[in-house]
């Protein structure tokens, strides 16, 4: 889900420095491919190996980018980009583990 950031009453700031700096950190927010990328955040724990186990991510669109962030345990973890849809995650494991992820869709500028 993409948040769109409102742009503030700029002309309505007497203080030209003020405005100059609410300027330029509104043109950083909204330029900043980061910032507006879509992605959400995820904790999954493994009891055991898993395959191709679907996964709801709760998007509005399928997801291509994973940015792993932590994973503990045996288990492996594959992701399996190509089953991947408007609604699920597709996700296979060897063992138990618990792995943290950030799913989404990076914003090329």
């Known amino acids: ?6 742009r503030p009453l700029i002309d309505q700031i007497e203080d030209a420095a003020t405005r100059e700096s609410l300027q330029w950190m ?5 330029t900043e491919a980061t910032l507006i990328s879509n992605f959400r955040h995820f904790s999954l724990e493994f009891n055991k190996a898993e395959t191709a186990l679907k996964i709801p991510h709760g998007l509005n669109f399928a997801p291509i980018d994973i940015i792993q962030t932590y994973k503990t345990g045996a288990g492996a973890i594959t992701f399996v980009y190509e089953k991947f849809d408007t609604t699920n995650l597709v996700i296979t494991t060897t063992g138990a583990c618990v792995v943290r992820f950030f799913a989404g869709r990076y914003q090329v500028l």
Do not use: G
Not at 1 to 6: A, E
Not at 26 to 30: G, L, S
């Open 1 to 6: 889900m993409t948040v769109l950031v409102r």
């Open 26 to 30: 509104y043109d950083f927010v909204t």
